[in-house]
Each structure stands twice: as structure tokens, then as C-alpha cells.
């Protein structure tokens, strides 16, 4: 089968696969942090303003990324180094108050869990999530009867009968889009790819707190827990303190797997803010988990803290990263990348359908990208309509010829030139990747 047929024809089976999951009750867990999401709404001409009040003298292609902005240069000289490489990520912010001002802003979800929660429940896939700031806008943004969490005396609920509320956490997002213009007198820069920036303020998820009935929970119905998705270790920033944690979720693993062997232990990772807790965080993880999940700037990242650096956009010099990773990490069974033109698994044979579980992934994260939220069955109908990206196919016939055919499999993305949207992407993508796990 063409891999279009397969879009094709995975759509038309979504709601049956939805639906054998809703009658034999098995639900996906998706840890571990939420957060507000306030959506600024970027504009170029307010950001060239900006540089011609604050910045003048500069030159736009020295500005660097502040490791945590303090100032309103530092906030400007860090967009346009982001805008400027056409990169995503995250840096910490001392006060808010230096940038709400400057854009307009609409609330939406933050968290990999919470975001892929709400992916799942756009299509009617149910799911249990793990919250850390569970405030009144969280838990409002969040309400549906297809996403449940745990209360503190064991029981499953939604969202508008948690009781609790934490220290609420807001990431301001901004989203630059390609071909865009930064000004600054007579220089000029041509934004290259879209992409988004997180500016961050922790408050609860610096130290992430762990719902104790969660994981209870977790562990007494694990037969009916299909995956177990870990995340969101990367805003911790005392050593001491993930230490604990990480410690606590491999007990929590053991248990789960103890109680459920076919279950998938799925880790989604993430930008870190130091390598320090990268490094802490996968040497002590990775063996414990089934699947490692990340972008490929996350896998250059991460090659490069172990001095093994990779073209990203080569896919062949990707692959030999991933195959260091995998062999000196010990994931037990592969590793997926996930990009804007193609998605793919690399390790050992599996007994689910991954390429269906791929293809629903880019799905999801194709649709949330076109139309701005987590897309129902039938925005995801328009995706079928897009072309396959160029470069995804390319790559595809690249890995078919290689040492690696075996072992791999990749699927081109439904591609999407200047994308509505691009925050919670890849979050949306692992949504869409655990409907193939029965």
C-alpha cells in the first residue's frame, strides 16, 4: 500500500481504533506537568519597533539569546536570535511584566501531557493525565468527558471536579513565521523556517509535584493502561531534587511493567535548560523506558553533549546518532524523530502497528499546526488533502536504500509551508502516536 493510501486508510479506521480502546477500557497515561499557555500574538512590524526604540546601534546578526532575560534588550536580543536561526526552545524570565505589555495575548494549554490529552480528546480518545498546576484556568481549558485525572482519595475525575489548586505556572509563547522581515535601519533578515519560543517563569513544575494517587492508580490498573508517558523533567533545575523524582518513576515503572509487561513505556523528551539536568535526567531514564520520543533538535542536542554531532538535515548522519544513542542509553526498544517532513521509529521489531501510530501522529500535529487548536476528525480530513513533503519522501527512498532499511520506519508528513501554528506540535504528534498501542 502507497503510503498515501495508508493516510487514507488509517483515517477511515480512526474511529474504529478509538473505539476498540473505549470498549475494552484501556486509556493511555500522560505525565507529568501543566501549565497556562498565554499565546502572544506576534507581530513583525511590533518586534522592528521594538529594535528601532531599544536597539539602535546593533547589529542583528551578533544578537545572542539571553540565558534568562532580565531586561527588555534581553528579551528582543533573544526573539531575534531565535527568529534569526529558525529555531524553537525555552528561556527563563526573572519578571513577566517585561514583555506583557508588548503583544496581545489569548489563553490555551501548556504540557505535553495536558497538550497531548487534549489532542486525544478531540477525537474522542480518552486518557488519564497527571496534573501539577491544576488552577481554575488550567482545569477550565482542560475539561472533557475523554480526559479524566485521579483525586486525592483514588477515584477517577474531569477536570471541573478537581478541588485542589496549585501555584499557577504561565509560559508566554511566541510564534514567528517564515519569511518574515526583521528590521533594524538598512539591515534586514529573513526569518527561515516558522517556529516558536517559550518564554518561561516557573512556579509549580521547577519541581514538578507528584500526585501520589496518580501513581497508584497508575500501578493497580496497569492492565488496562496501554502506554505510560513520561515528560516534562526539563524545567527542574535542583539536581537533588530530580534525583527523587527520576528515582520515584523508575519504582513506578517496574510496577507498572510488573502488572502490565505489554504495556509501553513511552518518554517524550524536551529542550532543557541545562545540560546538567539533560544529562542526570537520560542517563537515569532512558534503560527504564520502552520509547524514546524527540524532536531533531533535541537528538542534536543531546548528541552534542556527548561530543557526537550530526547534520539534522541529514537524514543517514541522523540515523548514526540515533543508533549511538540507542546503544550507549540503553532504550529497551527504539527511538522516534519527529520533524515538520517526516516522522520515523528506529530499534526493535514491536508487536503494535508503529507506522500507524506515526501516521496518527502527524495527523494530529499536521491538523493543530493548519487550524490553530487540537483538530476534530473532520479538520484532520483536510490534511489528507495536503501533498507529501518533498523532503520526507526523499528521505524515505534515502533509508529503503540503506543499512538501515531493516530497522527503520519512516513516514513523510503531510506538509505545511508556513504552519498557523507551532507550539505544542510535537506534543499533539505523541498524542496521535499512542492510538496504535492496544
Known sequence: MKIEEKYIDLYEKMDENINIRKFSKKMPAMGYTSNLDVLCNFQIDILNKLLEEYMQ????????????????????STVVYFCRMGIGGEVDIEEIKII???????????????????????????????????????????????????????NLIHSNQVTQRSEQEIHYIIQFKKGDVIRLGDQE?????????????????????????????????AKDISSNVLSSFNALKDKEILQERLDSVRQHIRKYKANNASGIVFFEDAHYHSNTIRKLCIETIYSEVDIVCMNEEELAYTLNMYNFPIKIDDIISCMEGIKYIKKNLKINKGIIVHTKDYSMY????????????????????????????????????????????????????????SDYASETIIVPTKYIDKPKYTIGLGDSFVAGVQICFM
Not at 473532520?378 to 534515502?398: A, C, D, F, H, T
Open 57 to 76: 546601534g546593533e547589529d542583528l546578526r551578533k544578537l545572542k539569546a539571553s540565558k534568562v532575560i532580565k531586561t527588555v534588550e534581553d528579551f528582543i
Open 100 to 154: 506583557e505589555k508588548f503583544f496581545s495575548t489569548t489563553n490555551g494549554m501548556g504540557g505535553t501531557a495536558a497538550q497531548a490529552a487534549m489532542a486525544l480528546a478531540a477525537v474522542g480518545c480518552p486518557s488519564i493525565i497527571h496534573l501539577t498546576d491544576d488552577s481554575k484556568e488550567v482545569c477550565d481549558i482542560l475539561y472533557s468527558p475523554y480526559i479524566y485525572t485521579v483525586s486525592s482519595d483514588g
Open 189 to 221: 533578515l529573513v526569518i527561515p523556517v516558522s517556529n516558536r519560543l517559550i518564554i518561561t517563569k516557573f512556579t509549580v513544575n521547577e519541581i514538578v509535584p507528584f500526585s501520589k494517587p496518580y501513581f497508584d492508580y497508575i500501578e493497580r490498573h
Open 346 to 401: 528506529v530499534g526493535d521489531k514491536l508487536e503494535f502497528d508503529i507506522e500507524s501510530g506515526l501516521i496518527y501522529g502527524n495527523m494530529l500535529a499536521t491538523t493543530k499546526a493548519m487550524v490553530g487548536w487540537y483538530g476534530s476528525k473532520r479538520q484532520i480530513s483536510k490534511v489528507l488533502e495536503l501533498p507529501l513533503s518533498e523532503k520526507g519522501m526523499y528521505n524515505r527512498e534515502l533509508i529503503g536504500k
